[in-house]
């Protein structure tokens, strides 16, 4: 008998004839003195001297699913392709491995074995509901967002939006007042800052000081929110969600030759104010939900970039692990990105703290093995691509993949000792220009539709030990019993970008305002703003959090509009000094009763030296990284090369390498680009201030602001004054103008008197070494790189 479509049918001589000639004497021979009839249960509760003990398997679960040996622990073991190596020894000759393998293809026919038990390709579904205490489905962030009504308040002067009326009434039940308004200076400086990542000009300081009409500050947001550094400064903040990064890392770190499209796309979507709910959709469905000919083709091809950039193990030799990890890598960034849930817990065991089953995580994950990242799951895998420009490109760019994997299998494969020169260079020469044709062709990192099919829930995470079936749906925690499955002529990545962004879904609206509002106070409403389950925080203030998710939906998802609400009430423009005794009644500043002050991130800090010293580029878009697809960028200590970064554009398009990131991104707290990071870690060590004071780039940043002060003031005392205005936002006050002088007059008494007609290699010194260790001074301080 042999199983078949869940049923059983007689077994046909020639297969009988293939077990008994080819089979059952490896097995006798190989397999039979461990796990024999001689060997009780068998060594690991193994025994293969029957269909039943090959079906029934041992400790690690079943040894054979009949039809499919890349699932079967068996074969997988006589491959020694995972830690279960059989023989332990040495490995079977390959003629036998080949004989094993092909028969658990046909669907391990075994004579006379009867039927003792029934072994499916598609056993039932599960069908049973969850079942969730109350405690679990109580929890906060599983409620449907409330639509709170507006705090009324004892003092009534202090509110300028509804934002207030929300912060104020926390405040006044714990009898804490306000901070006062900050000054004009410092509100535009921090205003600037946060919006586009830059100190304003001395211009735009001047422009609003002049402004005494009430809508003074809300022309400055405006302002700074129709400029394209807005998109530069606020993409970036999506970017470190997006994991993003120009290369693999991992074990090749590869370059992303086409990341920047995608990163272009986020600053292009934050400039335009795309709706939240689109952007949300086009990165999880932009092939889905446009088509040839569609002029939005490109950008929703591009926008799936969002499940392309995580790191992958692309020398996995498991092709099922393999799978399965990058489906898992995208779950996560996926469930932590919109919902702010760590589904990715639930891969072993069900999530020891949120209500999400094993089987819940499963019917997710089969949306994204159902997706397709990769051309093929093997030891040199190589990202998915498609063609922008039309279905012609995408066929020329399927026959230069083709040849290029032959070309460098062939190099990679070739007898370097016996095979001519003149035959490796012939494959060098075809492999050189297949990339620089591939190259040519206008393309985007993006998924596609893979083999659509549903999981099973593999026991302790593992392929080799398959449950039940998992059909597709969301979390049923969120989603409800009653929602249907996903069917079988699509991934579900079109249904999960449709549910993530309906009105209703409790997390998606209040996870995104949640981000915005930490973008502007340094710490959201919810402090732990990529995780909203039980392990997360609870938010501060949950009526504020419900109230601004409430007015995104109904404003169109608009975060220009958020970006207006919030900083335009009278809590974001207040002083970082508290009012009497709010410190010791709250000390974390929870209830936001002061402002916190911040320092600069690092592309801030960066940008800001560029920009003070007159040398930004403000040029946009563009690759980040000039070698060719498929470089391996560990090679020649490629990652290493100072000259990537010999550019004086904003730091959001240099590049960002796994593995390798740039000096001054490391020094201040860059995210981690092979993880969602929602919330940068914000550190105060010794090697920073070292920095300042003698990095290369601070060095030619004080030179070059050193030049400038040269050029645009005359005297020293105005020299003071425009520094301070630059570097600060605001005038140097009579104190600090008398203790500059006195600090260039000593500097300047020490120069060489012939130090102006000094030679190449002299110690050569000049009046501007005083002004540039003023610069350099000035960008050293606290108040340069923190926000107030």
Not at 4 to 24: H, T
Not at 218 to 241: F, I
Not at 269 to 286: C, H, I, M, T, W
Not at 643 to 663: D, F, I, M, T
């Amino acid at each position: 008998m042999i199983a078949l479509c869940g049923g059983w049918l007689p077994l046909q001589s020639q297969e009988a004839d293939f077990f008994e000639k080819e089979v059952r004497p490896i097995l006798a021979t190989r397999c039979y003195p461990c796990h024999g009839p001689a060997a009780g249960e068998g060594q690991a509760g193994l025994r293969l001297d029957s269909l039943a003990g090959m079906l029934g398997g041992g400790r690690s679960g079943p040894a054979v699913v009949p039809g499919e040996p890349a699932r079967s622990l068996f074969i997988l073991a006589i491959n020694h392709d995972t830690f279960v190596q059989m023989p332990p020894k040495s490995k079977l000759p390959l003629d036998e491995i080949r004989a094993l393998t092909r028969w658990v293809e046909m669907g391990a026919p075994w004579p006379n074995a009867g039927a003792p038990m029934r072994v499916s390709k598609a056993p039932a579904r599960a069908t049973g509901p969850a079942e969730f205490t109350e405690e679990e489905l109580s929890h906060w962030a599983f409620q449907p967002v409330s639509n709170p009504p507006i705090p009324s308040l004892n003092d009534i002067d202090w509110p300028r939006s509804a934002v207030d009326h929300f912060v104020l009434a926390k405040l006044e039940e714990k009898g804490m007042t306000p901070a006062r308004p900050t000054d004009r200076r410092t509100l535009i400086r921090r205003a600037t800052i946060d919006l586009h990542g830059l100190p304003p000009t001395r211009e735009e300081v001047s422009a609003f000081l002049a402004d005494d009409s009430p809508r003074a500050f809300a022309k400055v947001v405006d302002r700074l929110l129709a400029s394209p550094r807005y998109g530069e400064r606020w993409g970036r903040h999506w970017l470190d969600v997006a994991r993003y990064a120009d290369s693999n890392g991992m074990d090749d770190n590869v370059v992303h030759a086409d990341a920047w499209r995608y990163r272009d796309y986020v600053i292009r979507a934050f400039n335009v104010d795309k709706p939240y709910d689109q952007f949300v959709r086009e990165q999880l469905s932009g092939d889905l939900i446009t088509k040839w000919g569609d002029p939005n083709r490109a950008e929703g091809l591009i926008a799936t970039g969002f499940l392309m950039l995580g790191p992958k193990m692309l020398g996995e030799d498991d092709p099922v692990k393999q799978k399965l990890d990058f489906a898992d890598e995208q779950l996560a960034t996926t469930a932590r990105a919109f919902m702010a849930l760590t589904l990715d817990c639930a891969r072993c065991h069900d999530h020891k703290f949120d209500p999400i089953p094993s089987q819940d995580y499963y019917s997710m994950l089969g949306i994204f093995t159902s997706t397709k990242t990769v051309l093929t799951y093997r030891v040199t895998s190589k990202l998915n691509a498609v063609a922008l420009l039309g279905p012609e490109d995408e066929r020329r760019l399927t026959e230069i993949e083709d040849a290029y994997d032959y070309h460098d299998d062939l190099a990679t494969n070739l007898n370097m000792a016996t095979t001519p020169k003149e035959i490796r260079d012939g494959h060098t020469k075809a492999i050189k220009e297949a990339i620089e044709s591939y190259d040519a062709i206008p393309k985007a990192m993006a998924v596609g539709e893979e083999e659509i099919q549903d999981l099973h829930v593999l026991i302790s995470g593992s392929h080799l030990t398959p449950g039940e079936i998992a059909p597709r749906r969301f979390p049923r925690v969120l989603a409800g019993e009653e929602r249907t499955p996903i069917g079988p002529d699509s991934s579900g990545r079109k249904e999960l970008a449709e549910w993530l962004t309906e009105p209703g879904h409790p997390l998606t609206a209040r996870v995104m305002v949640n981000r915005i509002w930490k973008g502007h106070f340094g710490e959201g409403i919810v402090r732990s703003p990529d995780n909203f389950g039980r392990l997360g925080d609870r938010p501060d203030n949950p009526a504020l959090l419900d109230w601004l998710a409430n007015r995104f939906i109904e404003g169109g998802w608009r975060v220009k509009a958020m970006h207006r609400l919030i900083m335009l009430s009278s809590a974001y423009q207040m002083s970082t000094t508290a009012a009497h005794g709010n410190t010791e009644a709250d000390p974390e500043n929870r209830l936001l009763s002061h402002r916190n002050r911040r320092r600069m991130g690092a592309e801030v800090i960066r940008d800001s030296l560029l920009a003070v010293s007159g040398e930004l580029d403000t040029t946009m878009s563009g690759p980040a990284v000039p070698h060719p697809s498929f470089t391996n960028l560990n090679g020649e200590a490629r990652s290493r090369d100072p000259k990537l970064y010999q550019s004086n554009r904003r730091s959001v398009y240099l590049p960002v390498l796994r593995s390798a990131l740039y000096e001054v991104f490391n020094t201040f707290d860059f995210a981690n680009p092979s993880t969602l990071n929602g919330k940068r870690s914000s550190t105060t060590v010794a090697p920073q201030a070292l920095f300042m004071m003698n990095s290369e780039l601070v060095e030619q940043a004080s030179r070059k602001l050193a030049d400038r002060l040269k050029r645009e003031a005359p005297a020293d005392q105005d020299r003071i004054m425009l520094a301070h205005e630059l570097a600060y936002s605001r005038p140097a006050t009579s104190d600090e103008v008398d203790a500059w002088l006195a600090f260039i007059e000593r500097h300047e008494q020490e120069i060489p008197p012939d130090a102006e007609t000094g030679t190449e290699g002299d110690a050569k010194r000049d009046a501007t070494d005083a002004w540039q260790s003023l610069c350099r001074i000035m960008f050293s301080s606290n108040e340069f790189v923190y926000v107030e």
